[in-house]
């Protein structure tokens, strides 16, 4: 299928940052938020990246004006039926994604493709809310998009092989390299990364050592870029717990169970640079 026109569903960190790659890799692009003020807000966090683009001279001034063109923002679902593919990155929950894909499915022709942008639900349960699960995938970009260049595209046993393909060319079309992955909950990164940063957490919980030692052992003795502890504070506490126990509810498996620790760190506001406090400080409230 040949893609012209994207919508995107959520104008947040990931969906502004999907919205702009698709721009800038000459896509017409619509981005979905369910208020006015999101949708100004998205858009005005979206022209903030590609100003700063060109500044680093990463991107022409007219390169951005031209990507600033193929961009529009609409508080209805309805205004993305004409759109040739559609990737969802809003709220992680199940039930609010399978709502909206029931709703778009009534309201886009037959060949559009569904995908989701989810890092850890399993995108088989969303596709089966529909009547297409053949043309729906997942497809999980890393924050930052526009600088993160993997993207782990996900085939259910429902999914065409037509549909994964052209999913795949899409993701290449960004100047993405994909992987793929089967449609397990955290895929291939979050499966591996986040029993990482639990265990890490425990290790502080435990004694092993100091919050700067545990970090400074994987920076320097695995050459890591950034430790585990200081890795969850920028990755967002609150959405490390959210994830691990979408996780542990999937798999029934120690490892990805949250430890007490994280848990108390969430309900006591401390989710990390975002809220001014993780197991680090960042001052004022990022």
């Known amino acids: 299928m040949n893609i012209r026109s994207v919508g995107v569903l959520g104008a947040g960190l990931m969906g502004s940052g999907i919205a702009e790659v698709c721009a800038k890799a000459g896509y017409e692009t619509r981005v979905r938020e369910v208020s006015e003020e999101l949708a100004a807000k ?4 979206l022209e903030g990246s590609l100003a700063r683009a060109v500044e680093k001279k990463k991107l022409a001034p007219e390169e951005r ?8 923002a609409t508080t209805q679902l309805s205004d993305l039926a004409g759109c040739d593919l559609i990737v969802e990155a809003i709220v992680e929950d199940l039930d609010v994604k399978k709502q909206t894909f029931r709703e778009l499915d009534s309201l886009c022709k037959p060949e559009t493709i569904f995908c989701s ?24 970009f890393f924050n930052p998009v526009p600088v993160m260049k993997l993207v782990e595209v996900v085939r259910t046993i429902a999914t065409s092989e037509e549909t994964e393909k052209t999913v795949l060319e899409f993701a290449k079309s960004l100047g993405k390299e994909p992987i793929r992955a089967q449609d397990n ?5 979050n499966r591996l990364l986040v029993p990482y940063l639990l265990d890490a957490v425990r290790a502080l919980e435990e004694g092993v050592g100091t919050r700067e030692d545990i970090d400074r052992g994987m920076e320097l003795g695995c050459g890591h870029p950034m430790g585990p502890l200081k890795l969850l504070d920028f990755v967002g506490l609150d959405t490390t717990y959210a994830i691990a126990e979408i996780m542990y509810d999937e798999y029934r498996e120690k490892r990805f169970a949250p430890p007490p620790l994280l848990k108390r760190m969430v309900l006591a506001g401390r989710y990390g640079k ?9 001052g004022e409230s990022a």
């Open 274 to 282: 975002k809220s001014g406090r993780g197991f680090y400080e960042y």
């Open 117 to 140: 942008n989810t890092s850890s639900l399993t995108i088989t349960e969303m596709a089966a809310a529909t009547g297409r699960p053949d043309r729906f995938a997942g497809l999980h």
């Open 42 to 45: 998205g858009l005005a966090r």
């Open 65 to 72: 004006e031209r990507a600033r063109a193929r961009l529009s």
């Open 185 to 189: 909950s955290g895929f291939i990164v």
